[in-house]
């Protein structure tokens, strides 16, 4: 089944959303904020993704600046970070089995769609 990580305040994530509620395919919607991925979890996606951690981090985010911004941080740092603060995990993911992408721009879900 689909999975869309999800935040509702924003609008690229809304338009993602829309995106695959036009499909017409079911999926499950996971508010990440208000349910936050394990670290396990996490690493799994970033593992579907096949991208750094460091490439899932809202690096403008306020808190990624006052606290992690210039520090030399290992893989499991960064994913620690996401997982302890998810705001600054990017939005939206959609997952599908072993494949993920992230909706930067929302049309990338797309192909995820196309291939599934």
């Given amino acids: 089944m689909l999975k869309i990580y999800h935040n509702p305040r ?3 994530s809304r338009e993602g959303l829309a995106i695959l509620e036009a499909s017409g ?3 499950e919607i996971i508010k990440y904020l208000d ?3 394990s670290y396990i979890q996490l690493s799994a996606i970033i ?3 096949g991208i750094p951690a460091i490439d899932l ?3 403008n985010e306020k808190v990624w ?3 992690y911004k210039g520090k030399e941080l290992s893989e499991k740092d ?4 996401m997982v302890d603060d998810p705001k600054l995990i990017e ?3 959609l997952i599908h089995n072993n494949e993920a992408i992230v909706g930067r721009p929302p049309e990338q879900f797309r192909k995820l769609l196309q291939e599934n």
């Fill in 10 to 12: 924003c609008a690229k």
């Fill in 25 to 27: 395919k079911e999926f």
């Fill in 35 to 37: 349910n936050p991925p």
């Fill in 47 to 49: 593992g579907k993704l």
């Fill in 57 to 59: 981090v809202r690096t």
């Fill in 65 to 67: 600046k006052e606290n």
């Fill in 78 to 81: 960064t994913i620690q970070a």
């Fill in 91 to 93: 939005r939206p993911i």
